[in-house]
């Protein structure tokens, strides 16, 4: 079972902010950067944000990343009808000894 | 370009093992700070890693999968191969390989294989 925390779902209209957040612990998020990916339905996830606050190239500056303390968010600013799609956080974990996934947040645009 | 991508079987029977294949192209294993990890993803559910494999030969697995997998590498074939043991229903998934990078620690999957489904039936 995932060790990390996410919302099952979040919304919003084309344009609007929307925020997720991915709640974990002292061994996982507190100890190390947090990545956050996308996966399209039906593909393969993509990294969309790395070491906490990184892009790579060419993903679109409306997404943004933090972390504090033991939770971190992921924003999605300017909303549009692509960013549809499930959105998983993930770090590793210093007690586990391994990488650990958020529970998946399904970002609906209305 | 960095590609992978998974290769084996579609179906499985129960207690059979399961042996993938990732075949990656666009950087070495044996690069320094190069690994490979295999997550696999239900249907319909979230993520879940289940091993890595890194540029040293260090490996590292899921603790609730431990005895049942083994991670190993063919640096000269560009491959990464993942056994697990007594394959359940309960295993039908998804099976992803993804280039693992780890500068200090941590580390991240990108890129990722496009993914091969297992279903594990009689």
């Known amino acids: 079972q995932s060790v990390l925390t996410q919302p099952p779902s979040a919304s919003g209209t084309p344009g609007q902010r929307v925020t997720i957040s991915c709640s974990g612990s002292?061994?996982?998020?507190?100890?190390?950067?947090v990545n956050w990916y996308q996966q399209l339905p039906g593909t393969a996830p993509k990294l969309l944000i790395y070491?906490?606050?990184q892009r790579p190239s060419g993903v679109p500056d409306r997404f943004s990343g933090s972390k504090s303390g033991t939770s971190a968010s992921l924003a999605i600013s300017g909303l549009q009808s692509e960013d549809e799609a499930d959105y998983y956080c993930?770090?590793?974990?210093?007690?586990?000894?391994?990488?650990?996934f958020g529970t998946g947040t399904k970002v609906t645009v209305l | 370009q960095v590609t992978l991508r998974e290769s084996g079987p579609a179906l499985v029977k129960p207690t059979q093992t399961l042996t993938l294949t990732c075949t990656f192209s666009?950087?070495?294993?044996?690069?320094?700070?190069?690994?490979v990890s295999w997550i696999r993803q239900p249907p319909g559910k979230a993520l879940e890693w289940l091993a890595r494999?890194?540029?040293?030969?260090?490996?590292y697995y899921s603790t609730s999968l431990k005895t049942r997998l083994t991670i190993s590498k063919d640096t000269s074939k560009n491959q990464v191969v993942l056994t697990m043991t007594n394959m359940d229903p309960v295993d039908t998934a998804t099976y992803y390989c993804?280039?693992?990078?780890?500068?200090?620690?941590?580390?991240?999957?990108?890129?990722w294989g496009q993914g091969i489904l297992v279903t594990v039936s009689s």
């Open positions: 993804a280039r693992t990078k780890v500068p200090a620690g941590g580390g991240w999957f990108d890129p």
């Open positions: 666009g950087f070495s294993l044996s690069t320094s700070g190069m690994c």
């Open positions: 494999i890194d540029w040293d030969d260090d490996k």
């Open positions: 002292i061994s996982n998020i507190g100890s190390e950067t």
């Open positions: 070491s906490n606050n």
């Open positions: 993930a770090t590793w974990d210093d007690r586990l000894n391994g990488f650990v």
